[in-house]
Nanobody, 123 residues
Framework: VQLQASGGGLVQAGGSLRLSCATS????????VGWFRQAPGKEREFVAA????????AYADSVKGRFTISRDNAKNAVYLEMNNLKPEDTFIYYC?????????????????WGQGTQVTVSS
């Protein structure tokens, strides 16, 4: 199982970043994919999810209108475009493959997790 998140970094408030999640075809071709984020000592929280064909998406209220999840199944990749970033978006971001063709807001519904990528937003 291969799941690799990348694209994090340090950005000023109001800036943008694009996270990428590279998956193997075997891992995600028929599965929903989600992005979660976590701060040290805190529970992982849902950010966004996308169905296996990309026709259905869901977002946390805190990122709705600023973040966009998309996927390119030909490249076995899922993306999270993050705009108008705020200091409170500072987390480690993780991508995960769901157990079903549809994404979910619940971490327990995901079977594979990649290593995280750090996003730091300065004020």
């Amino acid at each position: 199982v291969q799941l690799q998140a990348s694209g994090g970094g340090l950005v000023q408030a109001g800036g943008s970043l694009r996270l990428s999640c590279a998956t193997s075809k075997r891992t995600s071709s028929n599965n929903g994919v989600g992005w979660f984020r976590q701060a040290p000592g805190k529970e992982r929280e849902f950010v966004a999810a996308i169905s296996w064909r990309g026709g259905s998406t869901a977002y946390a209220d805190s990122v709705k209108g600023r973040f966009t999840i998309s996927r390119d199944n030909a490249k076995n990749a899922v993306y999270l475009e993050m705009n108008n970033l705020k200091p409170e978006d500072t987390f480690i971001y993780y991508c995960a493959v769901a157990r079903t063709p549809y994404g979910s807001r619940f971490a327990g519904d995901y079977k594979y997790w990649g290593q995280g990528t750090q996003v730091t937003v300065s004020s």
